[in-house]
């Protein structure tokens, strides 16, 4: 207790309580050890309350219930945890060096992304006006085959496994539409001499907008991965709203700070760069970044994970860090071991040998190692015994055998899909779930290429109707992939020739499981026409000889000579009776 005595506060220490100065006494660790722990476990009233804490006062919490027993374990704070990396920055170069380094992760990595991912097909959207639909067909074609949007996928989907998330950079470079397109301005001065400007809209605008548009816009220039390390990104609750800025490099900074110097390449290349990084490099600023598609240049977030409130997204490799750490210690534990016994270990014993004979014996040996063609000669036993690195390396077999299906499990893949030395009956299970999955990161695509990638541009190229409720419904090409590799070819096509012999099917989806062009194709089926390649040629001129025979026999003599050869006689045909005999 403290109370107050002439303003000062003076502390009353109570008899029982013992006072200890100096320095304080030494506590042996078994012996703290063998005392009761306290815990106190979470609740509201009574002996319990929130924390863990053990005798003595060091409990966390009001108050404490005693629990006799061992420790308490968190497996964060656990030796093997604490090995692992725990800043993004080294998660990511953990990632990145397992990925180059590791078969296992770099192969399943690698068919997660790559199969997939196929041939990008458009397909014409469905509208009231097919004339402006098909010009929407056209113009996202022509747009995906310029900026190679299948490349830019496989790069999205490859950093979208390695990392857990992807920073997606679309740059639109067009230049705004000028007033005068639209509006026709006039200039009008008034009564008091001041210029008022005034804006009609012209009758044609919507026409001349069109036209401005198709020979000035060309949809998004570039389709880019920003790297991680130079993308900060703030999320808030409540809101799926992000901030996010770019951070620029050191090169980039330096760059800019030789031009200041007077340095002109430097400052050719400053010249080239946006003056809005130029400035932000000055200032030594971040450049807030536009997460709008519809206002221009934007950056799209795309991250791996389940939960929304989860503030960034997971890695494949994050489930297999402890993994992937332990077994690359076991490597470097039996490598270690070869390391120091790449030369030979040599025993020579002879079990009845003096010294004298010992040491001779030791020069023979040398003298063995150095000519080959040397003979070691003994009246007396001896025997060479060399112990080399694989009678020392550790047995790790079996336990390479647990840990390879550890990695098999949380890269989500199978030994026989990494190998490929397995058929498709045998692993059909595996296979259905790994479709199921693939189908699902399919839809993610298309979601990320048809909302955030073609509709901003169809919507600014006008490609709009109205629906039967009188809203306006954007026309956007959907797009679709080519059938998915983990099939059994043979089933897959009996399947598909069955429905196309019916008329159920056209003959295109069949050229795509078999990896052909149907342009090219036809185009050359229009040339083999009515020629010697076509495959009907045969049958039609089978059809032209029999035709042709029936005429010769009918309008001839041949009949006459046929009989005189084989020696029969033709008879006259009799009168109420057609046909000869």
Same mark, same amino acid.
């Given at each position: 207790m403290a109370e107050k005595q002439k303003g000062k506060v003076v502390a009353k220490i109570s008899k029982r309580a013992h006072v200890t100065t100096g320095k304080p006494r030494r506590v042996v660790a078994s012996t703290m050890m063998s005392k009761v722990a306290t815990c106190s476990f979470g609740g509201g009233g009574g002996g319990a309350s929130q924390g863990i804490g053990l005798t003595g006062g060091y409990g966390i919490g009001q108050n404490t219930v005693e629990a006799r027993g061992g420790n308490w374990y968190s497996p964060e704070l656990s030796t093997d945890f604490l090995e692992l990396p725990q800043s993004l920055d080294e998660m990511r170069a953990y990632y990145r060096f397992f990925y180059h380094n590791d078969p296992f992760v770099g192969q399943a990595i690698d068919i997660h992304t790559e199969i997939p991912l196929s041939k990008v097909r458009l397909g014409v959207p469905k509208a009231r006006n097919q004339e402006l639909a098909l010009r929407s067909w056209r113009f996202c074609t022509k747009w995906i085959r310029r900026v190679g949007l299948l490349q830019r996928l496989l790069e999205i989907v490859h950093e979208y496994h390695t990392l857990g998330e992807v920073y997606i950079w679309a740059e639109d470079p067009s230049p705004d539409e000028p007033e005068e397109l639209r509006y026709n301005v006039k200039h009008i001065i008034t009564e008091d001499g001041e210029t008022r400007v005034e804006k009609e809209e012209r009758p044609d605008a919507d026409e001349r907008h069109f036209k401005w548009l198709q020979k000035n816009y060309k949809g998004w220039d570039r389709i880019t991965v920003l790297p991680p390390e130079q993308v900060h990104m703030e999320s808030f609750p409540f809101t799926q709203e992000k901030l996010i800025e770019l951070v620029l490099d050191g090169k980039t900074r330096n760059i800019i700070e030789e031009a200041k110097t007077g340095n002109k390449r430097a400052q050719k290349i400053v010249d080239s760069i946006p003056s809005e990084i130029a400035a932000a490099a000055e200032n030594g600023t971040n450049i807030p970044l536009n997460t709008d598609p519809y206002a221009g240049s934007f950056v799209y977030y795309l991250?791996?994970?389940? *939960?929304?409130? #989860?503030?960034?997204?997971? *890695?494949? $490799?994050?489930?297999c860090l402890r993994t992937l750490v332990h077994k690359d210690k076991l490597r470097q534990a039996n490598a270690s071991i070869a390391s120091r016994h790449m030369t030979p270990i040599r025993m020579v014993t002879a079990e009845d040998a003096d010294a004298n004979d010992i040491e001779e014996l030791r020069d023979q040996v040398d003298l063995a190692l150095i000519d080959p063609d040397y003979s070691i000669v003994a009246n007396y036993e001896i025997r060479w015994e060399e112990m080399g690195s694989d009678q020392r390396l550790l047995e790790l077999s079996g336990h390479f055998d647990l840990l390879n299906r550890e990695m098999y499990s949380g890269l989500g893949t199978t030994e026989s899909l990494l190998s490929g030395e397995s058929t498709y009956s045998g692993d059909r299970i595996n296979l259905e779930v790994l479709n199921t999955r693939y189908m699902l990161l399919r839809e993610t695509i298309q979601e990320l290429v048809e909302e955030s990638l073609l509709r901003p541009m169809c919507h600014r190229m006008g490609f709009i109707e109205l629906d039967e409720d009188g809203d306006e419904v954007v026309l956007v090409p959907p797009l679709t992939f080519t059938r998915m590799a983990l099939r059994d070819n043979n089933d897959i096509f009996d399947t598909l020739f069955n429905l196309y012999q019916k008329g159920s099917l056209d003959v295109e989806t069949i050229y795509d499981l078999l990896n052909l062009d149907t342009d090219t194709i036809t185009r050359k089926l229009m040339n083999d026409l009515w020629t010697p390649k076509d495959a009907n040629f045969n049958e039609a001129l089978r059809s032209v000889y029999s035709? *042709?025979?029936?005429? $010769? +026999? #009918?309008? *001839?003599? +041949? +009949?006459e000579k046929i009989a005189g050869v084989i020696g029969l006689t033709m008879k006259e045909e009799e009168e109420g009776r057609g046909g000869r005999f």
């Open positions: 991250a791996r994970k389940r *939960s929304p409130y #989860e503030p960034r997204g997971h *890695s494949i $490799l994050q489930r035709r *042709s025979g029936d005429t $010769l +026999a #009918e309008r *001839s003599n +041949a +009949a």
